[in-house]
């Protein structure tokens, strides 16, 4: 892929036009997607929002299998977001970036991330965002790695980034932090070797 800027990436997502529900909505059930909804169900929750939601897959395979669940997210094309509001009525979507999330304070318990971070390289700022809105947890399906020059290579190899979450959300004051691997049979790369399910609890405050 053409190496670009996280504001290019943005961009390019933000003007896409393609069938947001073939591409996208309609691979609800796939492997990575039952992985989240099941380790949410571990967890002690009833609001969650989705930054980068797109049309809601995540959403509408997390519904299916916990009920009762209040659902929304943001993400920055437009078109995916009247999809997600149109197959989730009365849900709670806005057409906006991970780096100025329009919520308030604490307003949702989990705050979810599905290879959205991935793009960004502020990822500092992207942190302090989501737990800012965050009251409970933080659920990130993204590509990690610990050590620095590796991501750095990743980085220019595939324009990706892949971040090291156990050391950021620690900066952060997020606790106790859990990785959760992908399984190599889920997903091709970079996900087989990189995606991980992160799960960390928001700190108080």
Request: proline share 3%; aromatic share 12%; charged share 25%.
């Amino acid at each position: 892929m053409r190496f670009k800027t996280t504001a290019q990436h943005k961009k390019w997502w933000a003007e896409r036009k393609i069938d947001w529900k073939v591409s996208y909505l309609d691979t609800y059930n796939h492997p990575h997607r039952e992985l989240i909804s099941k380790v949410l169900s571990g967890m002690n929750w009833t609001s969650l929002f989705e930054v980068g939601c797109g049309p809601g897959a995540n959403l509408v395979n997390i519904i299916s299998h916990l009920k009762g669940k209040q659902v929304g997210g943001c993400d920055v094309n437009p078109e995916a977001i009247e999809l997600a509001q149109e197959t989730f009525k009365g849900g709670h979507f806005k057409v906006n970036s991970a780096e100025d999330i329009m919520m308030s304070d604490k307003s949702t318990d989990v705050v979810l991330t599905d290879m959205v971070l991935i793009y960004v390289g502020n990822i500092d700022k992207v942190i302090t965002e989501i737990k800012r809105i965050s009251r409970r947890y933080v659920v990130f399906c993204e590509l990690h790695e610990d050590n620095w020059f590796k991501s750095i290579l990743f980085r220019f190899k595939t324009g990706y980034y892949a971040h090291n979450y156990r050391k950021l959300l620690a900066k952060h004051g997020f606790e106790d932090i859990m990785f959760i691997k992908i399984p190599p049979e889920d997903w091709g790369e970079p996900q087989k070797t990189r995606g991980f399910i992160i799960v960390a609890k928001t700190p108080k405050r």
